[in-house]
């Protein structure tokens, strides 16, 4: 069992940075795939970014490539995901997944465990 816990949301301009972090419980954090994904009211949950157990290898989607960047510290059992150059349309709520396996997916329903969210407001 491992429970995900986010922070770091908020308010931000557009154009401004936010960096959201991921704690993670469990001593097996390594051994786990992490991502990211959001939820825009009214929008289906879609993803933005992910990484394999070392943090090697990492994907994005394509509308926040350039600007987003995931990141993982196994010693500090943490994901993060920095966000520059913000957009109004990045605006959703943001949520931290592991996946039980050491390669990370770009879809939803791969992953096993999900943070209850973290809230980014990018003001125009």
């Known amino acids: 069992q491992v429970q995900l816990v986010e922070s770091g949301g908020g308010l931000v301009q557009a154009g401004g940075s936010l960096r959201l972090s991921c704690a993670a419980s469990g001593r097996t954090f390594s051994r786990y795939a992490m991502g990211w994904f959001r939820q825009a009211p009214g929008k289906e949950r879609e993803f933005v970014a992910a990484?394999?157990?070392?943090?090697?290898?990492?994907f994005y989607a394509d509308s926040v490539n350039g600007r987003i960047t995931i990141s993982r510290d196994n010693a500090k059992n943490t994901v993060y995901l920095h966000m520059n150059s913000l957009k109004p349309e990045d605006a959703a709520v943001y949520y931290c997944?592991?996946?039980?396996?050491?390669?990370?997916?770009?879809?939803?329903?791969?992953?096993?465990?999900w943070g209850q969210g973290t809230q980014v407001t990018v003001s125009s």
């Open positions: 997944t592991a996946r039980g396996r050491l390669v990370a997916s770009m879809y939803p329903h791969e992953y096993d465990y």
């Open positions: 990484c394999d157990w070392s943090g090697s290898s990492t």
